[in-house]
């Protein structure tokens, strides 16, 4: 990334320099993370399905990204913001155990 921005620095517009350096100043479990997050295949994951053994205490790294804006808990969404096609992909992320305990909640039954 140094050389990169040494020398081509200047093709960057402001808000990629602005990404940049906020990431820079990540330390490099974090910055691990992201990338590992990153390369991931689709946009959500559980938690609990985000461990490495080279990236100590996952979950205080992931707030870390979190609260720098480099990721988001679903929790932290508005509902009316996530579409249909978003809310499928959280769907899919979930075992039956986990479908039946949101339909508890929302006070729906599943039909056979």
């Known amino acids: 990334m140094e050389s990169v921005l040494e020398q081509h620095g200047h093709l960057f517009v402001e808000e990629e320099m602005k990404w940049i350096n906020s990431f820079r100043k990540l330390e490099e479990s974090q910055q691990r993370l992201y990338i590992?997050?990153?390369?991931?295949?689709?946009?959500?994951?559980?938690?609990?399905?985000?461990?490495?053994?080279e990236i100590p205490d996952t979950p205080s790294q992931c707030d870390v990204l979190v609260s720098n804006d480099f990721a988001l808990y679903l929790n932290e969404i508005n509902s009316t913001d996530i579409s249909f096609e978003q809310m499928e992909e959280i769907l899919n992320l979930m075992n039956v155990s986990e479908l039946k305990s949101i339909l508890k909640f929302g006070n729906w039954k599943a039909s056979s």
């Not at 590992?36 to 053994?53: A, C, E, T």
């Open 36 to 53: 590992r997050m990153y390369h991931r295949k689709g946009p959500w994951f559980k938690m609990n399905s985000i461990v490495y053994k």
